[in-house]
């Protein structure tokens, strides 16, 4: 297995595992990392619909993370 591999197995890991928390925070921050490694290995890969999708998703993420500590902070 080579190291690129590694990235994208690891990527799909981080995803998986942050769907088996609870709270709607946890699972943005897992998947947010899990996007960052699927944008380097996307990247790596020269895979234009893996690092832009994921790349997306990030995005949506980080303001969903946003939102959810602004939230937060009114509470």
Same mark, same amino acid.
């Given at each position: @297995?080579?190291? #690129?591999?590694?990235?994208?197995?690891?990527?799909?890991?981080? #995803?998986?595992?942050?769907?088996?928390?609870?709270?709607?925070? %946890? #699972?943005?921050? *897992?998947?947010?990392?899990?996007?960052?490694?699927?944008?380097? *290995?996307?990247? #790596?890969?020269?895979?234009?619909?893996?690092?832009?999708?994921?790349?997306?998703?990030?995005?949506?993420?980080?303001?969903?993370? *946003?939102?959810? @500590? %602004?939230?937060?902070? %009114? %509470?």
């Amino acid at each position: @297995m080579s190291w #690129i591999e590694v990235i994208g197995i690891s990527a799909t890991c981080v #995803i998986f595992i942050g769907f088996l928390n609870k709270g709607e925070l %946890k #699972i943005r921050i *897992y998947n947010s990392i899990g996007s960052i490694l699927f944008v380097i *290995y996307g990247l #790596i890969i020269g895979a234009f619909s893996v690092w832009l999708l994921n790349g997306a998703c990030l995005l949506l993420n980080i303001w969903k993370i *946003y939102q959810i @500590m %602004k939230e937060g902070k %009114k %509470k």
